[in-house]
């Protein structure tokens, strides 16, 4: 079974800050079609997860421009390019290479 | 606007079944695969099971194989999940999503396990 680690576990960061989470899988997510299924959602409190980035790298309609992704093979990461205060909450990774998994999530906090 | 909307949860005693629904609207439901994936108290997202969009593939972890069945209604434009054998460790919110990418989801339901 594919497990993705996701790190830091919990990221302090102060308004305007720029910061990444990662996300490590124990076997290379490029499907046999060439395509890599690692995508990334937020889940604010309270609320279910919404989509941020499909397919690695692509930004899901309606999501702000400071998301992005990049990796590939088995390293990923998320970047937020200047924290806003909606941004604040729990980050999953998700694989659907290999049946689906989660990532154990990384909470992002005001500092 | 897409809405997945879910019933049927509650509180059980472990070991008898439960059966939860997910309705489905503003998109063509018999085009896409669907999901259900489980929070337990406080805990991150696990995915419990998913169906094909004709409802003839079904995928499921080994945590729930053998106990759990997803089956889907396109013409009602409903997902559902067969809950059998239930432990404590099923308590959790269940959401329904839809794949490949997990773009939606519902707003979820309370499953509690205890007797």
């Known amino acids: 079974d594919v497990v993705l680690t996701q790190t830091p576990p919990t990221l302090s960061a102060t308004i305007g800050q720029s910061v990444s989470i990662s996300c490590r899988s124990s076997q290379s997510l490029l499907h046999s079609n060439g395509n890599t299924y690692l995508h990334w959602l937020l889940q604010r409190p309270g609320q279910s997860p919404q989509l941020l980035i499909y397919s690695v790298s692509r930004l899901e309609s309606g999501v702000p421009n400071r998301f992005s992704g990049s990796g590939s093979g088995t390293d990923f990461t998320l970047k937020i390019s200047g924290v806003e205060a909606e941004d604040l909450g729990v980050y999953y990774c998700?694989?659907?290479?290999?049946?689906?998994?989660f990532g154990g999530g990384t909470k992002l906090e005001l500092k | 606007e897409v809405q997945l909307v879910e019933s049927g949860g509650g509180l059980v005693q472990p070991g008898r079944s439960l059966k939860l629904s997910c309705a489905a609207s503003?998109?063509?439901?018999?085009?896409?695969?669907m999901a259900w994936v489980r929070q337990a108290p406080k805990k991150g997202l696990e995915w419990v099971a998913t169906i094909s969009t004709s409802g003839s593939r079904t995928y499921y972890p080994d945590s729930v194989k053998g106990r759990f069945t997803i089956s889907r209604d396109n013409a009602k434009s409903s997902l559902y999940l067969q809950m059998n054998s239930l432990k404590s460790e099923d308590t959790a919110t269940y959401y329904c999503a839809r794949h490949v990418s997990f773009d939606y989801w519902g707003q979820g339901v309370m499953v509690t396990v205890s007797s």
């Open positions: 503003g998109f063509t439901f018999s085009n896409y695969y």
């Open positions: 998700v694989q659907g290479t290999h049946a689906w998994t």
